[in-house]
C-alpha cells in the first residue's frame, strides 16, 4: 500500500514485512503511464486494481495485496513449520507425513 497507493514519484518510504522483521525502503522512480490530469487517471487504475480477484480463493483473500503475498507468506509459513518441527523434535509417523505432504 505504502509503495503503490501513498508515495508519489521522486518520494521515499518504508514498509515492513508481515512480523517487522524485516524494513524495505522504497523510492518510486516513475509511476508508468502517468498522466497530469489531477490524478484522475492513477485513481481509476487504482479502483480496477483493486478490484481484481486474482484467486478463486475470494472471500479468503480479499485484496490484491494480500494475493501479491500469499507465495512469499507460504515460504515463510513453511519455514516456521520446519523451525517449530526441529526446535520441538517432532517426528511423524509414515502416515501422517504422507498425509501431510498432501496438503
Given at each position: 500500500k505504502?509503495?503503490?497507493?501513498?508515495?508519489?514519484?521522486?518520494?521515499v518510504?518504508v514498509?515492513?514485512?508481515?512480523?517487522?522483521?524485516?524494513?524495505?525502503?522504497?523510492k518510486?522512480?516513475?509511476?508508468e503511464?502517468?498522466?497530469?490530469?489531477?490524478?484522475?487517471?492513477?485513481?481509476?487504475?487504482?479502483?480496477?486494481?483493486?478490484?481484481?480477484?486474482f484467486t478463486?480463493?475470494?472471500?479468503?483473500?480479499k485484496?490484491?495485496?494480500?494475493s501479491?503475498?500469499?507465495g512469499?507468506?507460504?515460504?515463510?509459513?513453511?519455514?516456521?513449520?520446519r523451525?517449530?518441527?526441529?526446535?520441538?523434535?517432532v517426528?511423524?509417523?509414515?502416515?501422517?507425513?504422507t498425509?501431510?505432504?498432501?496438503?
Open positions: 505504502t509503495v503503490f497507493e501513498e508515495l508519489k514519484v521522486g518520494e518510504g514498509a515492513p514485512n508481515a512480523n517487522r522483521s524485516i524494513y524495505y525502503v522504497f518510486v522512480k516513475d509511476r503511464n502517468a498522466i497530469e490530469d489531477g490524478g484522475v487517471a492513477e485513481q481509476e487504475r487504482r479502483k480496477q486494481f483493486l478490484a481484481e480477484r478463486g480463493l475470494y472471500p479468503i483473500i485484496s490484491p495485496y494480500e501479491l503475498a500469499q512469499p507468506q507460504r515460504v515463510i509459513d513453511q519455514s516456521w513449520v523451525n517449530f518441527e526441529s526446535r520441538n523434535e517426528e511423524w509417523t509414515e502416515s501422517e507425513a498425509r501431510r505432504s498432501r496438503r
